[in-house]
């Protein structure tokens, strides 16, 4: 494809992920089984600089629809004021701690790749900036499970071992918590207690995970670092991980920043565990939906369509 030729389309999708997973706060990340799919077509038939939006699925009626979309500035800002079609096909729920950010601008930035000659690195970096830390974006866009950090102005991400016989049963409550208001509620410097019970629950959840041994999740996924803090935020929250995990979950904690509630459990056990947190968030008068869903380990993709 050359650069700005009129009468282009290109499509992208990226998977919804999970990150903290408990005790990894900020630092590990899990791709899943739940898209957003995005097409961006610059169509000759448009007056100049025009943007047509439309936006199905999640976030539908809320989104912008217009030159403020986040989709839309991510792409213009780096291949220039054209006129675009964008349709945005969202299966990821807003504001709900599944990545749904971090997907909308890697998507943009899949498609910016499409254009010009860029390289993954520049992808990932680019977004990473935009979003404020990459435990979402390396995830979303390597696929699988991935340990982020960064030393300096250098990222560095590893992928941790493919689990294996496990699922992810996201409980999504009916309302939005944005990440903003999440981290506000946080504490800027935690007890010296605090630190090394989470340091050796992070290195546990890494063990577990390299090791295959669910069993130890449970323990390695209790956090003091950020979920106590956002307890007030998601009422209930402490009630839904308990039931998740008596329903036969190995471990289970906040989502990202919240509200949803992720519990990792076997096959067998995943369909109890869903209604299990659902029973659990309608004693504090909350509807909500659970989802079952497998790990992605292709990342997220982008091609010409033209």
């Not at 981290?183 to 390299?210: C, I, M, N, Q, Y």
Request: aromatic share 6%; glycine share 8%; proline share 6%.
């Amino acid at each position: 494809m050359s650069g700005h030729r009129q009468g282009w389309r290109a499509w992208a999708r990226v998977p919804a992920t999970t990150s903290n997973l408990g005790s990894g706060f900020d630092v590990l990340g899990m791709a899943l089984t739940l898209y957003n799919e995005l097409e961006i077509e610059m169509g000759h038939d448009s007056p100049p600089g025009s943007c047509l939006v439309r936006v199905e699925g999640e976030g539908a009626g809320s989104l912008p629809e217009d030159q403020t979309n986040e989709i839309v500035k991510v792409f213009k800002q780096h291949c220039g004021d054209y006129n675009l079609r964008v349709r945005c096909k969202n299966a990821i729920p807003v504001a709900r701690g599944l990545g749904s950010s971090a997907a909308a601008r890697l998507a943009a930035l899949k498609i910016v790749a499409v254009v010009h000659p860029f390289e993954d690195e520049w992808v990932v970096e680019q977004a990473c900036a935009l979003e404020g830390h990459p435990d979402n974006v390396v995830p979303a866009f390597y696929g699988g499970l991935r340990l982020s950090l960064h030393d300096g102005d250098r990222l560095v991400q590893v992928p941790l071992r493919e689990p294996k016989d496990l699922f992810v049963v996201v409980c999504v409550p009916e309302f939005e918590l944005s990440t903003e208001k999440a981290r506000k509620v946080l504490p800027a410097k935690v007890a010296r207690a605090d630190a090394v019970f989470t340091s050796a629950r992070v290195g546990l959840l890494v063990h577990a995970f390299e090791k295959r041994a669910y069993h130890r999740l449970r323990v390695a996924m209790q956090d003091v670092l950020h979920q106590p803090y956002r307890k007030p935020l998601v009422p209930g929250l402490r009630q839904v991980i308990g039931a998740a995990e008596k329903a036969g979950a190995h471990g289970a904690a906040l989502s990202g920043a919240g509200p949803c509630v992720l519990a990792l459990a076997p096959k067998a056990k995943a369909p109890a565990v869903g209604r299990a947190m659902q029973k659990a968030f309608l004693k504090f008068r909350t509807e909500s939906r659970a989802l079952t869903l497998g790990i992605d380990l292709k990342g997220a993709q982008a091609k010409a369509l033209e």
